[in-house]
């Protein structure tokens, strides 16, 4: 016996793949590959990644050899790099697995090529200081004998219009041209919008593919992959000046039908949606009003909707809205998404 889910999350493999061709043309003549870490940003790399392949994605980066191993059977492991390196306890079962290490640091570099060498890729430091060999670390000694496919660098800021993106492009430049390498890749989702620039030979978008347009110029280009349904557990009907929730954080102003739908933050739907998130009934885009519980909220609902218990609606999910109503940046309200619903691929 198996009960259905409360939730259920409705995910689009063709706006998917539309999405991948659309940062593809928008690369012109560069490569286009997929950032995929963190089981595809939430959505499931198993069902990601088949689909991006088939479309003609060929360069696909994961966070760790973990993550790399959950995706190996599906697609030939030498397709798949791994971002955040390899450790000493790591290399033998890299080795073996066949996924390329982006290698970050002069340690890792010197492991690598003391284990044996082959293909790897390097990731150099540009101004964001956060992952990456920095301008000193590089040297012709370090990388005598490496043999790098990918050169890359990774954008702070390419969501802004900001110097500190042409400032890394340059510094990406110097040292690219003092290090040989196959291919040079730097932009992300973001990044593909500043223009050919900064397209070298590769893109690395990722949040662009599971929908959201992180920039205003994406905004056509991109459509939502990701759609939420819930059940109504409960309908009732409030007169004025009723306290709704936890704390009473919302009261009736005149009376109200209130609904009360099965999802919550234990299903990742932040607690910074009390009072600001929506829920689509009907047609009709309806204001959750008060605190959000652990597995229910509360949704204010016009008189023309009718809804009764039992039904399905709709979470709002616009990933550019949502995340302006909560504060809550697009890569975690994906990231967050939880385990608790039924996952619909269509
Ligand atoms: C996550 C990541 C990307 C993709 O970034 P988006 O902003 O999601 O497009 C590209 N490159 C690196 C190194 C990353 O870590």
Same mark, same amino acid.
């Given at each position: 016996m198996s009960f259905p889910a409360p939730s259920r999350l409705r995910l689009d493999g063709e706006a998917l793949v539309n999405n991948w061709k659309a940062m593809a043309r928008l690369s012109g003549i560069a490569g286009t590959g997929a950032a995929v870490k963190a089981d595809a940003y939430g959505l499931g790399a198993r069902h990601v990644v088949p689909r991006l392949w088939e479309a003609g994605c060929r360069d696909f980066f994961v966070a760790h050899w973990a993550e790399a191993e959950a995706i190996a059977d599906l697609i030939p492991p030498s397709n798949i790099s791994v971002l955040n390196g390899v450790n000493a306890d790591e290399f033998a079962l890299a080795r073996s697995m066949g996924a390329v290490p982006v290698l970050n640091t002069p340690g890792q570099i010197m492991a690598w090529r003391n284990a044996g060498g082959g293909r790897c890729h390097v990731m150099v430091d540009s101004g964001m200081n956060r992952l990456g060999l920095g301008p000193e670390q590089v040297s012709a000694q370090l990388f005598d004998g490496l043999e790098v496919d990918i050169l890359m660098s990774h954008l702070a800021s390419a969501d802004e219009d900001v110097e500190q993106n042409a400032m890394q492009l340059g510094r990406f430049k110097e040292l690219?041209?003092?290090?040989?390498?196959?291919?040079?890749?730097?932009?992300?989702? *973001?990044?593909?919008?500043? &223009?050919?620039?900064?397209?070298?030979?590769?893109t690395r978008p990722g949040i662009a593919?599971? &929908?959201?347009?992180?920039?205003?110029?994406? *905004?056509?280009? #991109?459509? *939502?992959?990701?759609? #939420?349904?819930?059940? #109504?557990?409960?309908?009732?009907?409030?007169? *004025? &000046?009723?306290?709704?929730?936890?704390?009473?954080?919302w009261q009736t102003q005149q009376p109200t039908t209130l609904i009360t739908v099965a999802y919550g933050y234990a299903?990742?739907?932040?607690?910074a949606f009390a009072n600001c998130g929506t829920v689509i009934v009907n047609g009709h885009i309806c204001p959750v009003v008060g605190r959000v519980s652990m597995d229910l909220i509360t949704i204010a609902v016009g008189k023309d909707q009718a809804p009764e218990e039992g039904d399905w609606v709709e979470i709002g999910f616009d990933l550019q809205a949502a995340s302006q109503a909560s504060g809550i940046s697009p890569y975690e309200l994906l990231t967050k998404l939880g385990n608790r619903s039924e996952r619909l691929w269509a």
């Open positions: 690219s041209s003092a290090i040989s390498a196959e291919r040079k890749s730097l932009a992300n989702s *973001a990044g593909v919008v500043l &223009g050919p620039d900064y397209h070298f030979d590769l593919l599971y &929908g959201a347009a992180v920039v205003e110029n994406l *905004a056509e280009a #991109i459509h *939502a992959v990701v759609r #939420i349904e819930a059940r #109504i557990l409960q309908v009732r009907h409030l007169g *004025a &000046g009723e306290p709704v929730g936890y704390n009473a954080s299903d990742g739907y932040a607690r």
